[in-house]
């Protein structure tokens, strides 16, 4: 079936470096969903794209959609560290699913 | 306050009885969904509804089942449970389809031994 792929899987940074990881997808997408999940809660959503190219911030987190469409990227700066959490990709398929990727899992140290 | 809420949030249960995680959010909206986070594969849809007696199969709908006779609520049920069905459940909601912001509730551990 349908698969988006997160890289990296986990990230270990010191507090106040900044993050990049990417999401890919072997097909098309026309809307990109960026969740955060904190530790024991459900997900949430941080930034939302529609089109293709687009680059959106939300305070210190930058999301583009990439050019090709198949892919996206979240940014974020100056880590601190309530950014722990998983970081998940999203994006809409047949119409009325949603697909998820497999999740970066960032740990922020002080 | 805008919520969705799930129960039980943790259930240990044993092979081949039945159980039931509710779901039920305040929102009014027309579109809910059941997801399993398990490690290393993400969230994976199991059912998702568009509306009240609307129903359809996520990518793991084997082993479960859902209804839609209240726009609020959105149980699962697992009328055999298996140890492979051992995960992280969570439900959530949105106004429109599956690409709108969807609102997730706190999560339910299920443990079948």
């Known amino acids: 079936g349908q698969q988006l792929n997160q890289s990296p899987q986990s990230m270990f940074i010191q507090e106040g470096e900044d993050v990049s990881m990417n999401c890919t997808s072997s097909?098309?997408?026309?809307?990109w969903l960026w969740y955060k999940q904190d530790p024991g809660e459900g997900p949430v959503l941080l930034i939302a794209?529609?089109?293709?190219?687009e680059l959106t911030s939300n305070g210190r987190l930058t999301a583009q959609f990439g050019i090709t469409r198949k892919d996206s990227f979240l940014n974020i700066s100056a880590s601190i560290p309530s950014d722990v959490g998983i970081y998940f990709c999203?994006?809409?398929?047949?119409?009325?699913?949603?697909?998820f990727g497999t999740g970066t899992r960032l740990q922020v140290f002080p | 306050e805008a919520q969705v809420t799930q129960n039980p949030r943790y259930l240990i249960t044993v092979t081949g009885k039945k159980l039931t995680v509710t779901c039920s959010q305040n929102?009014?909206?027309?579109?809910m969904s059941w997801y399993r986070q398990d490690p290393g594969l993400g969230l994976r849809q199991i059912y998702y509804?568009?509306?009240?007696?609307?129903?359809d199969k996520g990518d793991v709908p084997e082993g479960y089942k859902v209804s839609r006779k209240e726009k609020r609520n959105f149980p699962l049920i697992l009328e055999s449970p298996s140890p492979n069905q051992t995960s992280l459940y969570f439900c959530?909601?949105?106004?429109?389809?599956?690409?709108?912001?969807?609102?997730f509730g706190p999560g339910t551990r299920l443990t079948v031994t």
């Open positions: 929102m009014n909206h027309e579109y």
């Open positions: 509804s568009m509306n009240v007696e609307v129903t």
């Open positions: 794209l529609y089109k293709a190219g």
């Open positions: 097909s098309i997408f026309n809307t």
């Open positions: 999203a994006g809409p398929y047949n119409t009325d699913k949603l697909i």
């Open positions: 959530a909601s949105s106004f429109a389809t599956g690409f709108g912001e969807q609102y």
